[in-house]
């Protein structure tokens, strides 16, 4: 079974900054999806940044890029000149893509504080 | 854009009470998906279906069953609410269905959350 780890539990950012939240994981299989999802106050997840196992480029969605390092396992995911609605929950999850249907495995998540 | 809904925001329950959590998604995708969401835990599968009449239990399926009859609505049934069960249900959609190992790319869209409390 997969895991997925998230060590820091909160993290704070003061707003124009740059944060960067990890993300590991444990698999034994070689081809597989990964996501970074964010939950705002409001609670609907919205998807941030996804990556493909096999694909050595680094995802980029506006100022959201991944540092994906497949040998160490670590996705983490860099929030560049932070603004104040980037505060929310951030979840890592990986997703098999073996089996009947593409279930996602999350991390426990990161609490970001956007701060003036 | 895809829209999926839950039938409720809130919802408060007494123990032993039946239970009925609805979703619906109107993109036409194949699979849908009910998690539980805990602080601390993140968000845990509880089932998921591939088709319609078709599931399979995720992580946490003790105490959960569900059902689809339609392609656009997943519903999640406790059949005796406990408090245990106080949490917040989410529900999410996706297309496609993984077939021969091949990776099919898909992403997972939610619905708002329905938070349950059980007395």
């Known amino acids: 079974a997969q895991t997925v780890t998230q060590s820091q539990p909160e993290m704070s950012v003061q707003e124009a900054e740059t944060v960067t939240l990890s993300c590991t994981y444990d698999t034994s299989e070689s081809n597989y999806y990964l996501f970074w999802y964010k939950q705002p106050p409001s609670r609907q997840m919205i998807l941030v940044i996804r990556q493909e196992a096999y694909k050595q480029q680094n995802a980029t969605e506006n100022r959201f890029s991944v540092n994906f390092q497949k040998a160490a396992k670590s996705f983490s995911l860099k929030i560049s000149d932070s603004q104040l609605g980037d505060t929310a929950m951030y979840f890592c999850a990986f997703m098999s893509i073996t089996g009947t249907a593409s279930k996602l495995t999350f991390g426990t998540g990161t609490r970001l504080q956007v701060t003036l | 854009d895809v829209k999926v809904t839950q039938s409720s925001r809130y919802l408060v329950k007494r123990t032993g009470e039946k239970v009925f959590l609805e979703c619906v998604q109107d993109?036409?995708?194949?699979?849908m998906f009910w998690y539980r969401q805990d602080p601390g835990l993140g968000l845990r599968l509880i089932y998921f279906s591939y088709d319609v009449k078709m599931k399979e239990k995720g992580d946490i399926p003790e105490g959960y069953s569900v059902s689809r009859e339609k392609k656009e609505r997943f519903s999640l049934i406790l059949e005796s609410a406990s408090t245990n069960q106080t949490s917040m249900y989410l529900c999410a959609s996706s297309l496609f269905r993984l077939a021969g190992g091949l990776g099919i790319y898909n992403t997972q869209y939610f619905g708002p959350g329905t938070r349950l409390t059980v007395l």
């Open positions: 993109m036409d995708h194949e699979n």
